[in-house]
């Protein structure tokens, strides 16, 4: 098993930053590397949604609506992926959530909110 614990979530201002971050544990990270990590994001009434994800090598993907506002980055070494938010709109304001890949199995951290204020 792997637990992912999230912390960085709060109340913030449109235009406003900041910075999750998803810190992976678990006995099976001894013997097995976390492939793809990412953020996923769901809004009140509507079904979740990929943010950012990035590979063990450091390639990433995002979503549209966040390209050039939104950083994702990793440290392997420290099993953690960030997500750096600037520019934040009040349509950013939703849970959001780890994912990672350790071998094919997918896990999900609890979710932490991000409220942004109009």
């Known amino acids: 098993q792997v637990q992912l614990v999230e912390s960085g979530g709060g109340l913030v201002q449109a235009g406003g930053s900041l910075r999750l971050s998803c810190a992976a544990s678990?006995?099976?990270?001894?013997?097995?590397?976390?492939?793809?990590m990412g953020w996923y994001r769901q809004a009140p009434g509507k079904q979740r949604e990929l943010v950012a994800v990035?590979?063990?090598?450091?390639?990433?993907n995002y979503a549209e609506p966040v390209k050039g506002r939104f950083t994702i980055s990793r440290d392997n070494a420290k099993n953690t992926v960030y997500l750096q938010m600037n520019s934040l709109k009040p349509e950013d304001t939703a849970v959001y959530y780890c994912?990672?890949?350790?071998?094919?199995?997918?896990?999900w951290g609890q979710g932490t909110q991000v409220t942004v204020s109009s």
């Open positions: 678990g006995s099976i990270l001894i013997e097995n590397k976390i492939n793809a």
């Open positions: 990035i590979t063990r090598g450091g390639s990433t």
């Open positions: 994912n990672s890949i350790v071998v094919v199995t997918q896990y």
